[in-house]
Protein backbone atom coordinates (compact mmCIF):
# COMPACT_ATOMS: atom_id res chain seq x y z
CA UNK A 1 0.00 0.00 0.00
CA UNK A 2 1.17 3.38 -0.91
CA UNK A 3 0.50 6.57 1.37
CA UNK A 4 0.92 10.24 0.22
CA UNK A 5 -0.94 13.13 -1.31
CA UNK A 6 -4.19 12.47 -3.05
CA UNK A 7 -5.42 15.98 -3.72
CA UNK A 8 -3.59 19.27 -3.17
CA UNK A 9 -5.23 22.65 -3.32
CA UNK A 10 -4.26 26.34 -2.98
CA UNK A 11 -5.71 29.68 -1.93
CA UNK A 12 -4.04 33.18 -1.49
CA UNK A 13 -5.83 36.79 -1.30
CA UNK A 14 -7.91 38.58 -4.00
CA UNK A 15 -5.29 41.89 -3.97
CA UNK A 16 -1.54 42.21 -4.44
CA UNK A 17 1.24 44.87 -4.97
CA UNK A 18 3.43 44.44 -8.15
CA UNK A 19 7.27 44.85 -7.09
CA UNK A 20 7.48 47.38 -9.95
CA UNK A 21 5.08 49.98 -7.62
CA UNK A 22 6.99 49.26 -4.49
CA UNK A 23 10.36 49.53 -6.44
CA UNK A 24 9.20 52.90 -8.00
CA UNK A 25 8.42 54.33 -4.88
CA UNK A 26 12.15 53.18 -3.56
CA UNK A 27 13.52 54.76 -6.43
CA UNK A 28 14.83 51.46 -7.78
CA UNK A 29 15.19 49.38 -10.91
CA UNK A 30 12.09 47.01 -10.81
CA UNK A 31 14.39 44.14 -11.98
CA UNK A 32 15.91 43.83 -8.73
CA UNK A 33 13.12 42.26 -7.48
CA UNK A 34 12.15 40.67 -11.12
CA UNK A 35 15.24 39.35 -11.73
CA UNK A 36 16.92 39.65 -8.51
CA UNK A 37 15.15 37.74 -6.72
CA UNK A 38 13.03 36.29 -8.80
CA UNK A 39 9.65 37.85 -7.82
CA UNK A 40 6.62 39.78 -9.53
CA UNK A 41 3.90 40.43 -7.16
CA UNK A 42 2.86 39.65 -3.00
CA UNK A 43 -0.01 38.77 -2.35
CA UNK A 44 -1.91 41.09 0.63
CA UNK A 45 -3.93 39.70 2.63
CA UNK A 46 -7.16 41.76 3.24
CA UNK A 47 -8.18 43.07 6.50
CA UNK A 48 -11.06 40.57 7.01
CA UNK A 49 -8.46 37.99 6.43
CA UNK A 50 -6.08 35.88 8.47
CA UNK A 51 -4.51 32.56 8.06
CA UNK A 52 -8.06 30.60 9.30
CA UNK A 53 -9.85 32.26 6.54
CA UNK A 54 -7.13 31.44 3.77
CA UNK A 55 -6.80 27.98 5.10
CA UNK A 56 -10.83 27.53 5.39
CA UNK A 57 -10.55 28.48 1.42
CA UNK A 58 -7.97 26.43 0.54
CA UNK A 59 -9.11 23.08 2.06
CA UNK A 60 -12.94 23.98 0.73
CA UNK A 61 -12.49 22.28 -2.55
CA UNK A 62 -11.22 19.03 -1.11
CA UNK A 63 -13.91 18.57 1.65
CA UNK A 64 -16.65 19.59 -0.69
CA UNK A 65 -16.01 16.65 -2.69
CA UNK A 66 -14.69 13.72 -0.07
CA UNK A 67 -17.03 14.71 2.42
CA UNK A 68 -17.49 16.12 6.26
CA UNK A 69 -17.64 12.68 8.12
CA UNK A 70 -14.47 10.76 6.64
CA UNK A 71 -11.56 13.08 7.62
CA UNK A 72 -9.96 11.68 10.35
CA UNK A 73 -7.70 14.41 11.44
CA UNK A 74 -7.31 18.02 10.20
CA UNK A 75 -3.65 18.99 11.04
CA UNK A 76 -2.91 22.67 10.92
CA UNK A 77 0.48 24.43 10.05
CA UNK A 78 1.81 27.56 10.55
CA UNK A 79 3.90 30.18 12.24
CA UNK A 80 1.85 33.08 12.15
CA UNK A 81 -0.75 31.74 14.68
CA UNK A 82 -3.43 33.75 15.87
CA UNK A 83 -3.48 32.26 19.54
CA UNK A 84 -0.68 31.05 22.02
CA UNK A 85 -2.59 28.35 23.43
CA UNK A 86 -5.66 27.23 20.71
CA UNK A 87 -5.18 25.63 17.59
CA UNK A 88 -6.23 27.67 14.48
CA UNK A 89 -7.17 24.37 12.96
CA UNK A 90 -10.58 24.38 15.26
CA UNK A 91 -11.66 27.50 13.75
CA UNK A 92 -11.36 25.78 10.50
CA UNK A 93 -12.76 22.91 11.64
CA UNK A 94 -16.43 24.62 12.53
CA UNK A 95 -15.78 26.37 9.52
CA UNK A 96 -15.90 23.46 7.04
CA UNK A 97 -18.16 21.86 9.35
CA UNK A 98 -16.10 18.87 9.94
CA UNK A 99 -17.41 15.74 11.87
CA UNK A 100 -16.69 16.24 15.97
CA UNK A 101 -14.73 12.65 15.23
CA UNK A 102 -12.19 14.97 14.15
CA UNK A 103 -8.40 15.02 15.45
CA UNK A 104 -7.34 18.57 15.21
CA UNK A 105 -3.74 20.28 16.17
CA UNK A 106 -1.56 22.93 15.44
CA UNK A 107 2.18 22.54 14.35
CA UNK A 108 5.06 25.10 14.74
CA UNK A 109 8.72 25.37 13.29
CA UNK A 110 8.89 28.31 11.03
CA UNK A 111 8.14 27.03 7.52
CA UNK A 112 9.18 23.72 7.91
CA UNK A 113 5.84 22.54 10.24
CA UNK A 114 3.46 21.55 6.91
CA UNK A 115 6.17 18.79 6.39
CA UNK A 116 6.21 17.66 9.86
CA UNK A 117 2.26 17.68 9.56
CA UNK A 118 2.67 15.65 6.08
CA UNK A 119 4.57 13.06 7.52
CA UNK A 120 2.49 12.55 10.39
CA UNK A 121 -0.62 12.53 8.12
CA UNK A 122 1.30 9.37 6.37
CA UNK A 123 1.80 7.71 9.93
CA UNK A 124 -1.98 7.88 10.80
CA UNK A 125 -3.03 6.96 7.16
CA UNK A 126 -0.79 3.65 7.32
CA UNK A 127 -1.95 3.53 10.88
CA UNK A 128 -5.98 3.47 9.75
CA UNK A 129 -6.15 3.73 5.99
CA UNK A 130 -10.10 4.11 5.91
CA UNK A 131 -9.63 7.61 7.74
CA UNK A 132 -7.97 10.38 5.64
CA UNK A 133 -6.27 12.93 7.22
CA UNK A 134 -6.42 16.97 6.28
CA UNK A 135 -3.18 18.93 6.10
CA UNK A 136 -3.39 22.41 5.88
CA UNK A 137 -0.83 24.90 5.76
CA UNK A 138 -1.54 28.85 6.13
CA UNK A 139 0.76 31.68 6.45
CA UNK A 140 1.28 35.94 5.88
CA UNK A 141 4.80 37.05 5.69
CA UNK A 142 5.07 40.42 6.88
CA UNK A 143 8.21 42.15 7.39
CA UNK A 144 9.06 45.97 8.66
CA UNK A 145 8.89 48.70 5.80
CA UNK A 146 12.25 49.67 4.47
CA UNK A 147 13.94 46.00 5.81
CA UNK A 148 15.56 43.62 3.03
CA UNK A 149 12.35 41.30 3.56
CA UNK A 150 9.80 43.98 2.78
CA UNK A 151 9.51 42.39 -0.87
CA UNK A 152 9.48 38.86 0.18
CA UNK A 153 6.16 39.48 1.92
CA UNK A 154 2.45 37.39 0.30
CA UNK A 155 0.12 35.40 2.38
CA UNK A 156 -1.00 32.06 1.15
CA UNK A 157 -2.60 28.71 2.42
CA UNK A 158 -2.45 25.35 0.74
CA UNK A 159 -4.26 21.92 1.53
CA UNK A 160 -3.28 18.42 1.29
CA UNK A 161 -5.65 15.22 1.37
CA UNK A 162 -3.05 12.38 2.75
CA UNK A 163 -4.69 8.65 1.60
CA UNK A 164 -3.46 5.26 1.08
CA UNK A 165 -3.14 5.02 -2.36
CA UNK A 166 -2.88 8.59 -3.50
CA UNK A 167 -4.29 9.87 -6.85
CA UNK A 168 -1.34 12.59 -7.12
CA UNK A 169 2.13 11.87 -5.21
CA UNK A 170 2.99 8.66 -3.50
CA UNK A 171 5.77 9.18 -0.98
CA UNK A 172 8.70 7.13 -0.18
CA UNK A 173 8.93 6.31 3.64
CA UNK A 174 12.86 7.10 3.74
CA UNK A 175 13.86 10.79 4.32
CA UNK A 176 17.04 12.86 5.25
CA UNK A 177 16.78 15.21 8.32
CA UNK A 178 18.94 18.12 10.02
CA UNK A 179 18.43 19.83 13.02
CA UNK A 180 20.49 22.83 14.60
CA UNK A 181 19.76 25.37 16.70
CA UNK A 182 20.43 28.38 15.23
CA UNK A 183 18.85 32.28 15.09
CA UNK A 184 18.80 33.09 11.22
CA UNK A 185 14.99 34.24 11.45
CA UNK A 186 12.66 34.27 14.59
CA UNK A 187 9.79 36.42 15.76
CA UNK A 188 9.31 36.85 19.59
CA UNK A 189 5.98 36.37 21.22
CA UNK A 190 5.67 40.90 21.38
CA UNK A 191 6.81 41.60 18.18
CA UNK A 192 4.01 40.95 14.88
CA UNK A 193 6.80 41.48 12.12
CA UNK A 194 9.62 38.79 11.84
CA UNK A 195 13.32 39.43 12.45
CA UNK A 196 16.13 38.11 9.84
CA UNK A 197 19.03 37.68 9.37
CA UNK A 198 18.89 37.12 5.18
CA UNK A 199 22.67 36.25 4.38
CA UNK A 200 23.21 33.86 7.82
CA UNK A 201 19.68 32.22 6.87
CA UNK A 202 20.61 31.68 3.38
CA UNK A 203 24.24 30.02 4.72
CA UNK A 204 22.09 27.52 6.49
CA UNK A 205 19.90 26.89 4.49
CA UNK A 206 22.19 25.38 2.01
CA UNK A 207 24.13 23.93 4.54
CA UNK A 208 20.99 21.96 5.94
CA UNK A 209 20.55 20.82 2.08
CA UNK A 210 23.94 19.48 2.24
CA UNK A 211 22.96 17.56 5.49
CA UNK A 212 19.72 16.14 4.45
CA UNK A 213 20.61 15.32 1.23
CA UNK A 214 23.44 13.11 3.04
CA UNK A 215 21.61 11.58 5.23
CA UNK A 216 18.80 10.97 2.90
CA UNK A 217 21.40 9.11 1.14
CA UNK A 218 22.21 6.47 3.98
CA UNK A 219 18.53 6.21 4.36
CA UNK A 220 17.38 5.48 0.72
CA UNK A 221 18.43 3.52 -2.94
CA UNK A 222 17.36 6.88 -4.55
CA UNK A 223 19.83 8.33 -6.30
CA UNK A 224 20.54 12.10 -7.68
CA UNK A 225 20.17 11.16 -11.01
CA UNK A 226 16.77 9.28 -10.21
CA UNK A 227 14.92 12.43 -9.64
CA UNK A 228 13.39 14.11 -12.61
CA UNK A 229 12.76 17.43 -10.57
CA UNK A 230 12.95 19.44 -7.30
CA UNK A 231 10.98 21.47 -5.35
CA UNK A 232 12.19 23.46 -2.88
CA UNK A 233 11.75 25.61 0.31
CA UNK A 234 10.61 29.27 -1.96
CA UNK A 235 10.66 31.90 0.59
CA UNK A 236 11.46 33.91 -2.66
CA UNK A 237 12.67 32.53 -6.18
CA UNK A 238 15.74 32.73 -6.70
CA UNK A 239 16.56 30.41 -3.25
CA UNK A 240 15.30 27.39 -5.64
CA UNK A 241 18.20 28.15 -7.96
CA UNK A 242 21.07 28.81 -5.57
CA UNK A 243 19.71 25.25 -3.62
CA UNK A 244 19.96 23.39 -7.11
CA UNK A 245 22.89 24.76 -7.90
CA UNK A 246 24.34 23.51 -4.43
CA UNK A 247 22.71 19.69 -4.67
CA UNK A 248 24.02 19.61 -8.58
CA UNK A 249 27.85 20.77 -7.08
CA UNK A 250 27.48 18.24 -3.98
CA UNK A 251 26.27 15.45 -6.48
CA UNK A 252 28.70 16.10 -9.10
CA UNK A 253 26.20 15.91 -11.48
CA UNK A 254 27.92 17.92 -14.27
CA UNK A 255 24.35 19.38 -15.38
CA UNK A 256 24.00 22.99 -17.63
CA UNK A 257 22.39 25.14 -16.55
CA UNK A 258 19.95 25.26 -18.50
CA UNK A 259 19.53 21.29 -17.22
CA UNK A 260 19.43 22.67 -13.51
CA UNK A 261 16.81 25.43 -14.64
CA UNK A 262 14.67 22.52 -16.50
CA UNK A 263 14.40 20.96 -13.14
CA UNK A 264 13.20 23.55 -10.88
CA UNK A 265 11.36 26.05 -13.19
CA UNK A 266 8.07 24.66 -13.08
CA UNK A 267 7.67 25.17 -9.72
CA UNK A 268 8.68 28.87 -9.40
CA UNK A 269 5.21 30.02 -11.25
CA UNK A 270 2.77 30.57 -8.75
CA UNK A 271 5.17 31.41 -5.54
CA UNK A 272 6.44 34.33 -8.03
CA UNK A 273 2.93 35.80 -8.13
CA UNK A 274 2.43 34.82 -4.42
CA UNK A 275 5.11 35.64 -2.50
CA UNK A 276 6.30 34.02 0.45
CA UNK A 277 3.40 31.89 2.01
CA UNK A 278 6.39 30.46 4.72
CA UNK A 279 5.29 26.85 5.83
CA UNK A 280 2.66 26.90 2.38
CA UNK A 281 5.80 27.96 -0.21
CA UNK A 282 7.28 24.44 -0.89
CA UNK A 283 4.03 22.86 -1.40
CA UNK A 284 2.38 25.63 -3.54
CA UNK A 285 5.57 24.76 -5.55
CA UNK A 286 4.59 21.60 -5.84
CA UNK A 287 1.58 22.65 -7.30
CA UNK A 288 2.83 24.89 -9.80
CA UNK A 289 5.10 21.89 -11.08
CA UNK A 290 1.89 19.40 -11.20
CA UNK A 291 -0.10 22.33 -12.90
CA UNK A 292 2.81 24.12 -14.98
CA UNK A 293 4.73 21.24 -16.39
CA UNK A 294 5.10 21.17 -20.17
CA UNK A 295 5.16 17.65 -20.17
CA UNK A 296 3.53 14.82 -18.27
CA UNK A 297 4.80 14.15 -15.19
CA UNK A 298 3.48 10.57 -14.86
CA UNK A 299 5.73 8.39 -13.15
CA UNK A 300 8.68 11.20 -12.62
CA UNK A 301 10.15 11.04 -9.30
CA UNK A 302 9.79 14.51 -8.01
CA UNK A 303 12.91 15.21 -5.03
CA UNK A 304 11.21 18.00 -2.17
CA UNK A 305 13.26 20.21 0.44
CA UNK A 306 11.43 21.70 3.22
CA UNK A 307 13.31 24.27 5.16
CA UNK A 308 12.53 25.78 8.61
CA UNK A 309 14.56 28.36 10.09
CA UNK A 310 15.91 27.96 13.78
CA UNK A 311 16.55 25.08 12.38
CA UNK A 312 15.00 21.89 11.34
CA UNK A 313 15.05 20.26 7.57
CA UNK A 314 14.10 17.58 5.90
CA UNK A 315 14.39 16.01 2.02
CA UNK A 316 11.79 13.35 1.04
CA UNK A 317 10.74 12.54 -2.51
CA UNK A 318 8.00 10.86 -3.98
CA UNK A 319 6.42 9.25 -7.72
CA UNK A 320 3.44 11.24 -9.59
CA UNK A 321 0.75 8.81 -10.47
CA UNK A 322 -0.75 8.32 -13.61
CA UNK A 323 -3.96 9.96 -13.04
CA UNK A 324 -2.40 12.72 -11.31
CA UNK A 325 -3.91 15.67 -13.90
CA UNK A 326 -7.28 14.36 -12.68
CA UNK A 327 -7.16 15.14 -9.42
CA UNK A 328 -5.97 19.04 -10.09
CA UNK A 329 -7.29 21.98 -9.04
CA UNK A 330 -5.60 24.12 -12.01
CA UNK A 331 -8.72 25.81 -13.48
CA UNK A 332 -9.28 27.04 -9.97
CA UNK A 333 -6.24 28.13 -8.79
CA UNK A 334 -5.61 30.15 -12.36
CA UNK A 335 -8.62 31.88 -11.89
CA UNK A 336 -7.82 32.93 -8.05
CA UNK A 337 -4.77 34.34 -9.15
CA UNK A 338 -5.84 36.50 -12.68
CA UNK A 339 -9.36 38.23 -10.93
CA UNK A 340 -7.07 39.40 -8.15
CA UNK A 341 -6.86 43.03 -7.56
CA UNK A 342 -3.68 45.30 -7.85
CA UNK A 343 -3.05 47.46 -5.11
CA UNK A 344 -1.35 51.02 -5.44
CA UNK A 345 1.49 51.78 -3.12
CA UNK A 346 -1.11 54.56 -0.82
CA UNK A 347 -3.56 51.58 -0.45
CA UNK A 348 -0.81 49.14 -0.28
CA UNK A 349 0.34 51.28 3.07
CA UNK A 350 -3.03 51.82 4.01
CA UNK A 351 -3.81 48.17 4.18
CA UNK A 352 -0.23 47.79 5.93
CA UNK A 353 -0.81 50.13 8.79
CA UNK A 354 -4.51 48.64 9.65
CA UNK A 355 -4.86 48.70 13.50
CA UNK A 356 -4.85 45.07 15.13
CA UNK A 357 -6.91 45.66 17.68
CA UNK A 358 -6.17 44.40 21.34
CA UNK A 359 -7.74 46.23 23.69
CA UNK A 360 -10.95 44.03 24.16
CA UNK A 361 -13.46 46.26 22.37
CA UNK A 362 -16.10 45.25 19.87
CA UNK A 363 -14.47 45.59 16.18
CA UNK A 364 -16.29 45.12 13.26
CA UNK A 365 -14.14 44.70 10.41
CA UNK A 366 -14.94 46.02 6.87
CA UNK A 367 -15.88 43.54 4.42
CA UNK A 368 -13.12 43.01 1.36
CA UNK A 369 -12.29 39.79 0.94
CA UNK A 370 -13.47 37.62 -1.79
CA UNK A 371 -13.10 33.97 -0.35
CA UNK A 372 -16.07 31.91 1.17
CA UNK A 373 -15.15 32.67 4.47
CA UNK A 374 -14.24 36.01 6.62
CA UNK A 375 -13.18 37.43 9.54
CA UNK A 376 -16.15 39.74 10.41
CA UNK A 377 -15.14 40.90 14.13
CA UNK A 378 -12.78 41.04 17.06
CA UNK A 379 -14.83 41.50 20.40
CA UNK A 380 -13.39 41.06 23.70
CA UNK A 381 -10.14 38.96 22.51
CA UNK A 382 -12.93 37.00 20.55
CA UNK A 383 -12.16 36.28 16.63
CA UNK A 384 -15.50 35.60 14.79
CA UNK A 385 -15.31 33.45 11.84
CA UNK A 386 -18.37 33.57 9.70
CA UNK A 387 -19.07 32.25 6.12
CA UNK A 388 -20.02 34.67 3.23
Not at 62 to 81: H, Q
Amino acid sequence: MSVGIDEISFYTSGQYLDLKTLAEHQGIDSNKYYDGIGQEKMSMASVDEDVVTLAANAALPIVERIGRESIGALLFATETGIDQSKAAGVYVHRLLELNSNCRVVELKQACYSATAAVQMGCALVARNPARPVLVVASDVARYDLGSPGEATQGCGAVAMLITANPRILALDPEVGNHTEDVMDFWRPNYRSNALVDGKYSTKIYLKSLKRCWEHFSEQSSVSYADIDYFCYHLPFGKMAQKAHSHLSRVNKSGQTPEQLEQQIEPTLKYNRLIGNSYTASMYIGLCSLLENSEESLAGRRVGLFSYGSGCVAEFFNGVVQADYAAALHKQRHQQILSQRTELSYDEYIKLYHYPNPTDGGDHRLAEQTQGAFRLAAITDHKREYVAR
